[in-house]
T-cell receptor, first 117, second 114 residues
Framework: AQKITQTQPGMFVQEKEAVTLDCTYD???????LFWYKQPSSGEMIFLIY??????QNATEGRYSLNFQKARKSANLVISASQLGDSAMYFC??????????????FGAGTRLFVKA | EAQVTQNPRYLITVTGKKLTVTCSQN?????MSWYRQDPGLGLRQIYY???????DKGDVPEGYKVSRKEKRNFPLILESPSPNQTSLYFC?????????????FGQGTRLTVV
């Protein structure tokens, strides 16, 4: 069964430092996509970054990069040069694709990041 | 502006009183989905729809109904709400055609059932 695990309920990071948020997943589908979303205290869900199962290179979007280790089934989010505005809940998600014929999406429980000044 | 619009944003209701949460998107997306968010559990998919008249159950469909009569709208119906359906609900939409499709989320609906 597909599953997403985020083992860090909460994380602290000093402003301007880098932080890694962990995500491991489990799926038998060879075709899947991994996503990270940010949820600030205002509640909206903000898309950050995407990694496809067949992508050879790790995804990057500005200060966000995804450390994709397919054999270990991990998709960790790295935020460089943390800012106070990065304080939020972060969710890892996976969508399975062609193998299942559907587009079920599952989310991890989330990691709350606190950036200290 | 591309967006997913949910209404209402906040709702307090009583057990057993039928309610509908509306969701509309203006991006011509085929795929729409409903999630509920509960502390410590992340977002769990309730129902999703691949296109008009095509819907399927997610992981937690009990107590909910959906319909997809038009491409842009995907309402969530609670026929007889119960307190365990108190939650934050999100509607999302995206293109179909591959797994690399970013989901656009609505603003969320905070539902309290007393």
């Amino acid at each position: 069964a597909q599953k997403i695990t985020q083992t860090q309920p909460g994380m602290f990071v000093q402003e301007k430092e880098a932080v890694t948020l962990d995500c491991t997943y489990d799926t038998s589908d060879p075709s899947y996509g991994l996503f990270w979303y940010k949820q600030p205290s205002s509640g909206e869900m903000i898309f950050l970054i995407y990694q496809g199962s067949y992508d050879q290179q790790n995804a990057t979007e500005g200060r966000y990069s995804l450390n994709f280790q397919k054999a270990r089934k991990s998709a960790n989010l790295v935020i460089s040069a943390s800012q106070l505005g990065d304080s939020a809940m972060y969710f890892c998600a996976m969508r399975e694709g062609l193998g299942t014929g559907g587009f079920k999406t599952i989310f991890g429980a989330g990691t709350r990041l606190f950036v200290k000044a | 502006e591309a967006q997913v619009t949910q209404n209402p944003r906040y709702l307090i209701t009583v057990t057993g009183k039928k309610l509908t949460v509306t969701c509309s998107q203006n991006m011509n997306h085929e795929y729409m989905s409903w999630y509920r968010q509960d502390p410590g559990l992340g977002l769990r998919q309730i129902y999703y729809s691949m296109n008009v008249e095509v819907t399927d159950k997610g992981d937690v469909p009990e107590g909910y109904k959906v319909s997809r009569k038009e491409k842009r709208n995907f309402p969530l119906i609670l026929e007889s709400p119960s307190p365990n359906q108190t939650s934050l609900y999100f509607c999302a939409s995206s293109l179909v055609g591959g797994v690399n499709t970013e989901a656009f989320f609505g603003q969320g609906t905070r539902l309290t059932v007393v």
